[in-house]
């Protein structure tokens, strides 16, 4: 069955940018059946959906993280990648992959395990 | 953006008891774009019900969604030990996505 698994450092310093990478197995991305989200916890605010992309490229970004969020994609490793710039401890997070349907893309049918992030210097 | 406001913040049952958890919405939702997850320590938030009444796959029939516009209800009508958890409903409007801030289900 298809399986996400986040991965990418545990520890980022203020100011810096945060790279996380969700590897996708059992389940070819270009297939087009999904969309392919990140999403983070914190005690702070809780469960917050950071955005998601396409297989294509299309992305669409939580208004509130817009200006600091990139994420993308690689086919060839059925792997997509998140982004976050300009860091600060308030991105303290555990940060989850996930995926809506294409077709049905009202609710997170599968979740990675998820990667705990510290922003600390 | 939509706001879920779950209440209570924590219910305190023994097993075999009712549960009945509570998401308000600032404005209204599609009952089609409602879902309730259930988190455990340490693990992801699994789905539960989605449409706002409608099982996952797996999902026991202990498990049940209702309610329509600003006003959505989980219920566990017998809660069972492996129940005791958070639960969070989520909502889906305009490409974005928000979640409420959870129900902790504890054991009395």
């Known amino acids: 069955q298809v399986q996400l698994q986040e991965s990418g450092p545990g520890l980022v310093k203020p100011s810096q940018t945060l790279s996380l990478t969700c590897t996708v197995s059992?389940?070819?991305?270009?297939?087009?059946?999904?969309?392919w989200n990140w999403i983070r916890q914190s005690p702070g605010k809780g469960l917050e959906w950071i955005g998601y992309?396409?297989?294509?490229?299309?992305?669409y970004y939580n208004p509130s993280l817009k200006s600091r969020v990139t994420i993308s994609v690689d086919t060839s490793k059925n792997q997509f990648s998140l982004k976050l710039s300009s860091v600060t401890a308030a991105d303290t997070a555990i940060y989850y992959c996930?995926?809506?349907?294409?077709?049905?893309?009202?609710?997170?049918?599968?979740w990675g395990r998820g990667t705990l992030v510290t922003v600390s210097s | 953006e939509i706001v879920l406001t779950q209440s209570p913040g924590t219910l305190s049952l023994s097993p075999g008891e009712r549960a009945t958890l509570s998401c308000r919405a600032s404005?209204?939702?599609?009952?089609?774009?409602l879902a309730w997850y259930q988190q455990k320590p340490g693990q992801a938030p699994r789905l539960l019900i989605y449409?706002?009444?409608s099982r996952a796959t797996g999902i026991p029939d202990r498990f049940s969604g209702s309610g329509s516009g600003t006003d959505f209800t989980l219920t566990i009508s017998r809660v069972e030990p492996e129940d005791f958890a958070v639960y969070y409903c989520?909502?889906?409007?305009?490409?974005?996505?928000?979640f409420g801030q959870g129900t902790k289900l504890e054991i009395k």
């Open positions: 059992g389940g070819a991305i270009s297939r087009g059946d999904y969309y």
């Open positions: 449409g706002a009444s």
């Open positions: 404005q209204s939702v599609r009952s089609s774009h």
């Open positions: 996930a995926r809506v349907g294409f077709y049905v893309s009202w609710y997170f049918d599968l």
């Open positions: 992309i396409y297989y294509s490229g299309s992305t």
């Open positions: 989520q909502q889906y409007d305009r490409s974005s996505y928000t």
